[in-house]
């Protein structure tokens, strides 16, 4: 408790300032009358007498060395006070003398203390100035302490149109529904209510209880135990929740509007809301879209005494406004990204079955993008019983760039299918094309074709403009296989393409893949190459869902913004 603390546990506060000479003899702050701090010239608690550790309810050890501003000083609301808005802070900076008049201050027990304050500049050292902060409490009838249970001032005007602000900001900087709703709980409570509850709309007109927040001692606590789906939406029930959830207007509730015989399910689970949160009064709004309600948000008072107003109406609607546009970009966002997952699934192929051959393919999309992008890769048998793999990556990260990779693998697949020559001609007879009769900007690819022959597989590959194979042997060599290397698709070269052959070792693993898994702003591509490299070479003998996996998970770069497309071929052993 505070009374075991003593003066020992800070060391003499420095002497204060003298016009010349040396410093006077260090002050002893407990026999300053008067609850007194000592700050440092960034605001850092140097000494604090009894009457300050009593007045903040805050033990020696918990003030030392603590920044006065960021521990103590509060709004009206309880919320901290930014530095750009503190004079007492200002008054430090400039080294002058300044009195306030009332100010919050936040206390060990959780309650805000009304404070009028004196601060004047002090010397700690020769050369090193900081404050004398004098501290006195504002009794009842001036603005005295308030605790949990008493009402805070109303929001002024100011405060109103900041926590808009707030609002527009904060929400629509995330295109996370569950985040949106966690935000808007964050920025209401406890600044307007003790609880916020959020009920949404779902596609099929079913009701979900999608977050009930309360706030108790300085934590938002989520009752997951009051959350879940909820009936069905009555369509003539004069209930503030249904009418909102119809877009009705705003409504004030208490415990009392849901006592009566209940009218449907809805007000069922109200009942049962307002019994579980010990809600005196709420405030309900409808939460709209730009064509649709998308929901409602109740705002509940349970510790605070005063209720709800008619003249709380307003904000409360102008929150929920903002909300709902928030809330309609992350739905249309997540509508877009499903839809595009979707059409990923299906523009990537299926892994054919080569008898004697382990193959897995991998699909990461870019973390920023629409969840699709230019990125692919492909395997197929042809013709002549050899089997065709192939890589590559069309320049963009969105739908166009997805349909461009889309037409160049359909057409890689015609050439190589009706032509089954040497992969340097097809992808020849494929630039040629791109230039004329596709969509494709520029790209780059690696066209590989595989066979058998007596046991031995043998790879013969053209590369056009893409990163090098990666080969890696049973036990633990890697090495790029960098011949037959040309330039990428879509620029007009006539230069003739090469192609390269190499024999793969028994249980030897073969990797394609495109630029996002290496490259990143933070390092080079050889460092990126080099990597790859190592850690491919480590897990040689993983099996390949499980090399796959982890190589993903160990090389691909964390600031990345690149989609990734990955290829695995692993030869079986000898006796295979």
């Known amino acids: 408790m505070e009374a075991a603390a003593s003066p020992a546990d800070f060391p003499p506060a420095p002497g204060p300032r003298t016009p010349d000479g040396p410093p006077?003899?260090?002050?002893?702050?407990?026999?300053?009358?008067?609850?007194?701090?000592?700050?440092?010239?960034e605001g850092r608690i140097v000494a604090a007498n009894a009457g300050a550790r009593q007045l903040f309810r805050k033990s020696a050890g918990e003030l030392a060395g603590q920044d006065a501003h960021d521990l103590l000083h509060r709004d009206s609301h309880g919320h901290p006070l930014p530095r750009s808005r503190c004079p007492m802070r200002d008054a430090l900076l400039t080294e002058t003398t300044t009195q306030g008049d009332l100010g919050w201050f936040a206390c060990g027990d959780g309650t805000l203390l009304g404070l009028s304050w004196l601060i004047t500049p002090y010397t700690l050292a020769p050369g090193t100035t900081g404050a004398l902060v004098l501290l006195h409490e504002v009794r009842q009838g001036e603005g005295a302490t308030r605790g949990a249970g008493t009402a805070p001032p109303p929001l002024s005007e100011l405060d109103r149109l900041a926590l808009l602000a707030e609002t527009t900001t904060g929400l629509t900087s995330t295109l996370d529904v569950d985040e949106a709703l966690r935000r808007l709980a964050a920025l209401t409570v406890?600044?307007?209510?003790?609880?916020?509850?959020?009920?949404?709309?779902?596609?099929?007109?079913e009701v979900r209880r999608a977050l009930v927040v309360h706030h108790d001692n300085g934590v938002l606590?989520?009752?997951?135990?009051?959350?879940?789906?909820?009936?069905?939406?009555?369509?003539?029930?004069?209930?503030?929740?249904?009418?909102?959830?119809?877009?009705?207007?705003?409504?004030?509730?208490?415990?009392?509007?849901?006592?009566?015989?209940?009218?449907?399910?809805?007000?069922?689970?109200?009942?049962?809301?307002?019994?579980?949160t010990g809600m005196h009064s709420a405030a309900i709004a409808p939460v709209r879209g730009l064509r649709d309600v998308l929901g409602a948000l109740t705002l509940g008072r349970s510790q605070r005494p005063d209720a709800f107003t008619a003249a709380d109406l307003p904000l409360l609607e102008d929150l929920t406004r903002r909300a709902g546009l928030a809330l309609d970009n992350a739905r249309l966002y997540q509508r877009q990204r499903k839809v595009a997952e979707t059409m990923q699934r299906h523009l990537l192929p299926q892994m054919p079955i080569v008898p004697g051959l382990e193959m897995k393919a991998r699909y990461v999309p870019a973390p920023d993008a629409s969840q699709v992008g230019g990125d692919w890769y492909d395997a197929f048998p042809l013709a002549d019983g050899a089997t065709a793999l192939a890589i590559g990556d069309v320049v963009g990260h969105d739908l166009e760039a997805a349909g461009g990779m889309a037409q160049l693998r359909n057409m890689l697949r015609a050439f190589a299918w009706s032509?089954?020559?040497?992969?340097?001609?097809?992808?020849?007879?494929?630039d040629r094309a791109v230039m004329h009769i596709a969509e494709v900007p520029m790209a780059t690819m690696l066209l590989a074709r595989l066979t058998c022959d007596d046991g031995l597989w043998q790879l013969q590959w053209t590369n056009a403009g893409h990163p090098p194979p990666l080969l890696i042997t049973h036990d633990g060599r890697a090495r790029y296989l960098t011949d037959a290397h040309g330039i990428l698709l879509g620029t007009g070269s006539t230069k003739p393409r090469r192609d390269a052959v190499v024999s793969l070792p028994p249980r030897s693993t073969l990797m394609l893949y495109t630029d996002g898994l290496i490259e990143s702003p933070s390092h080079s591509l050889d460092h990126g190459l080099d990597l790859l490299s190592k850690h491919a070479a480590s897990l040689a003998r993983r099996?390949?869902?499980?090399?796959?996996?982890?190589?993903?998970?160990?090389?691909?770069?964390?600031?990345?913004?690149?989609?990734?497309?990955?290829?695995?071929?692993?030869?079986?052993?000898?006796?295979?």
């Not at 190589?551 to 006796?575: G, H, I, K, S, W």
Request: glycine fraction near 6%; hydrophobic fraction near 40%; aromatic fraction near 4%.
């Open 543 to 576: 099996a390949l869902d499980s090399f796959s996996d982890t190589l993903l998970e160990q090389v691909r770069p964390a600031d990345n913004d690149d989609d990734v497309a990955f290829l695995a071929v692993r030869t079986p052993d000898a006796a295979g």
């Open 24 to 41: 006077a003899p260090a002050l002893d702050l407990e026999s300053v009358r008067a609850s007194s701090l000592v700050v440092d010239n």
């Open 221 to 276: 606590i989520e009752r997951t135990d009051l959350q879940g789906p909820m009936p069905p939406l009555p369509q003539e029930s004069p209930m503030p929740l249904s009418r909102a959830l119809r877009g009705a207007a705003s409504a004030l509730a208490g415990p009392s509007t849901y006592q009566g015989p209940p009218d449907s399910g809805i007000a069922v689970e109200q009942h049962r809301l307002f019994a579980a």
């Open 419 to 430: 032509q089954p020559e040497s992969p340097s001609t097809v992808v020849t007879q494929l």
């Open 190 to 205: 406890p600044r307007l209510a003790d609880w916020a509850v959020v009920d949404l709309l779902t596609e099929g007109d």
